[in-house]
């Protein structure tokens, strides 16, 4: 299963796992470590976290995120907008209306059930159980496992970023007037000096020292992380757009086009818990989803 899956994430991820590919020989060839064994060792740790994320995504959902089953009336309706689904699904209490697949898992909030009607219901949720959306969101497992020495320096710049504001509150408060006249401004651009030279300060010792992996890291990590998340965003809408076609070709667009409108009018959206937004992925606006699918219907209706 996870071998198929990691194929499948290959597949809608080719461009953010090839960059994965290439940090990670440069990597390993800065700890003296052989490129083919890195690349065995990420393969490993990636099959094996999507086998324990398939066995255990349910009971996370329900124990960590406290998702629960839907009653018996929930299930009827969601089967009749599903039709029958080897998924398990699951509602959140959440003020956002949402839907998102997991790898076995659908998560419905109770609010997109009070809202949609059932014509609506069955466009959305059709749309959100294709299984494209699982390949996603292993690819995006298997990306962020390739590069955890590059996620890691990044977090440490964000930590020595905390430091940067830190000095520049202290500057200021000891100026004072800089304070008074325009604090925001001040802290935001002064920190992010301070933050620039304590970056370069300490990747440089660390590359003098002969630490070339954790100096350049450490130099670079503030460019890698954000480069990774708008290639991962990009491929990510391709995958909605994949499956927004998948569920026009299923006879579903109308019901898909009714609901993305409506989501467009009641933009901009709450947001939904910390839980449900690791696999609500990247999305198009729904105004721009609904201009898609209008134009994918328009289409398929003149080449009748």
């Not at 290439?22 to 099959?47: E, N, R, Y």
């Not at 990747?203 to 290639?231: C, E, F």
């Amino acid at each position: 299963m996870s071998f198929a899956l990691a194929l499948a994430a290959l597949r809608r991820h080719p461009f953010s796992l090839t960059l994965s590919i290439v940090f990670a020989i440069v990597t390993a060839s800065l700890v003296k470590m052989s490129a083919p064994v890195a690349l065995s060792v990420w393969a490993a740790t990636g099959l094996v976290s999507l086998e324990v994320w398939y066995l255990l995504e349910p009971t996370a959902l329900k124990r960590i995120g406290h998702y629960r089953q839907p009653t018996h009336a929930e299930c009827q309706r969601l089967e009749a907008a599903l039709g029958r689904t080897s998924l398990h699904l699951l509602i959140a209490e959440t003020a956002a209306p949402a839907a998102a697949r997991g790898i076995r898992s659908l998560v419905v909030s109770r609010d997109l059930m009070e809202v949609f009607e059932d014509r609506a219901l069955s466009g959305v949720l059709i749309q959100t159980a294709a299984p494209v959306h699982a390949d996603n969101l292993a690819g995006f497992v298997l990306v962020w496992l390739g590069n955890l020495p590059g996620l890691g320096a990044w977090m440490t710049c964000r930590l020595v970023a905390r430091f940067g504001r830190l000095l520049a509150l202290l500057v200021g408060m000891s100026l004072v007037l800089p304070l008074i006249l325009c604090r925001d401004a001040f802290l935001r651009w002064t920190g992010r000096l301070f933050t620039i030279v304590l970056v370069v300060l300490i990747g440089s010792i660390l590359l003098s020292g002969g630490h070339a992996a954790a100096g350049l890291g450490l130099l670079l990590g503030w460019l890698i992380v954000p480069i990774l998340r708008v290639l991962l965003a990009w491929e990510s809408r391709r995958v909605e757009a994949a499956a927004d076609a998948m569920t026009i070709a299923a006879g579903f667009g109308p019901q898909l086009l009714e609901a993305v409108d409506f989501l467009a009018l009641a933009e901009p959206l709450p947001a939904p818990d910390k839980l449900l937004r690791v696999v609500c992925l990247p999305r198009s606006t729904s105004a721009q989803r609904a201009d898609r699918i209008r134009r994918a219907l328009a289409a398929a209706q003149g080449g009748r």
